[in-house]
């Protein structure tokens, strides 16, 4: 779960997560939904009660970890934001990263309704 710290640094720039929304392509939020939580004009959706953010955030761990032995690497968690360092807005919040490697990790689980929407096999 994010802190109230990480909630408000997220407003301040553009990461990962709203790439799809500004892109039209997020079906629970439009791109000018997106634009009013960034300048302050509305309170993000608090998700703390959504099962499927609680899962995943329990079973982030699990899918990392196994991972990690399926690959043979190891994995650790980047608890800071990445700002760019020319372009402030740019940011990103790294599930993992593997050691030794320039590679992330983005843990994420799925239902059978979630893997039914997302495209075409491959």
């Known amino acids: 779960m994010l802190s109230k710290e990480q909630i408000e640094e997220r407003k301040l720039g553009i990461g990962g997560s709203d790439i799809g929304t500004i892109l039209g392509l997020n079906p629970y939020k439009t791109p000018v939904d997106l634009w009013l939580e960034k300048t302050g004009q509305v309170e993000p959706e608090d998700l703390s009660d959504n099962q499927r953010v609680h899962f995943g955030n329990v079973l982030e761990d699990v899918v990392a970890t196994e991972y990690a032995n399926r690959q043979g ?47 075409p096999e491959g």
């Open 73 to 119: 690497v190891t994995v650790r968690r980047r608890n800071n934001t990445i700002i760019h360092p020319e372009h402030e807005w740019m940011r990103a919040n790294l599930d993992r990263v593997v050691l030794g490697q320039k590679k992330v990790l983005e843990c994420k689980t799925a239902d059978k309704w979630t893997m039914n929407n997302w495209g």
